[in-house]
T-cell receptor, first 115, second 115 residues
Framework: ETGVTQSPTHLIKTRGQQVTLRCSSQ?????VSWYQQALGQGPQFIFQ???????GRGNFPPRFSGLQFPNYSSELNVNALELDDSALYLC??????????????FGQGTRLTVV | AQSVTQLGSHVSVSEGALVLLRCNYS??????LFWYVQYPNQGLQLLLK????ATLVKGINGFEAEFKKSETSFHLTKPSAHMSDAAEYFC?????????????WGAGTKLIIKP
């Protein structure tokens, strides 16, 4: 068991709505990353949080935003949902040491469907 | 920019046969390297990792991978395939030169096991 938990496991939203996904990181880890995995594709990096601040971002628009809390848990918020946002959203926790990330431990993901 | 190439989106082997999944990276500086497995509708599970120690790395479920700097490769192998190995496998790298500290992913290889 990795210790990374995500909620909810499944979610259906309507286009234009807003959604919040949650992630509880593994004990001892200080970094949380979020990935979007569309059907049949590899994960795409959304952003990473370290010490409650965003310290890396992939090619995603500003309507994708996040938070990291003092206990290292995290939220991913998506505003103005579009149909193409339908995907499996994965949260991963890791330990950032210097300039290298240790292995990331993933949660089971949240399957978001936008209709 | 760093990139990861997984040769073959689908690999089919017979049960009991050798499994070989290929991964090449583009960095001139040896990165950290990882193999993850994903079962349907689940998150990603770490199989093994290379972090500049032994070049032959043993992981879970009988898998191993060899880091070859001269070939910039990190191929995943298993001597004898089992039906339970059917899943999608992702190679990922952590690049010390990447200020995003993100994991960079290959597109994945779906492993099919024939009875």
């Amino acid at each position: 068991e990795t210790g990374v938990t995500q909620s909810p496991t499944h979610l259906i939203k309507t286009r234009g709505q807003q959604v919040t996904l949650r992630c509880s990181s593994q004990s001892g880890h200080n970094t949380v990353s979020w990935y979007q995995q569309a059907l049949g594709q590899g994960p795409q990096f959304i952003f990473q949080y370290y010490r409650e601040e965003e310290n890396g971002r992939g090619n995603f628009p500003p309507r994708f935003s996040g938070l990291q809390f003092p206990n290292y848990s995290s939220e991913l918020n998506v505003n103005a949902l579009e149909l193409d946002d339908s995907a499996l959203y994965l949260c991963a926790s890791s330990l950032l040491r210097g300039y290298m990330n240790t292995e990331a431990f993933f949660g089971q993901g949240t399957r978001l469907t936008v209709v | 920019a760093q990139s990861v190439t997984q040769l073959g989106s689908h690999v089919s082997v017979s049960e009991g046969a050798l499994v070989l999944l290929r991964c090449n990276y583009s960095s001139s500086v040896p990165p950290y390297l990882f193999w993850y497995v994903q079962y349907p509708n689940q998150g990603l599970q770490l199989l093994l990792k290379y972090t500049s120690a032994a070049t032959l790395v043993k992981g879970i479920n009988g898998f191993e991978a060899e880091f070859k700097k001269s070939e910039t490769s990190f191929h995943l192998t298993k001597p004898s395939a089992h039906m339970s190995d059917a899943a999608e496998y992702f190679c990922a790298v952590s690049d010390p030169g990447d200020s995003n500290y993100q994991l960079i992913w290959g597109a994945g290889t779906k492993l099919i096991i024939k009875p």
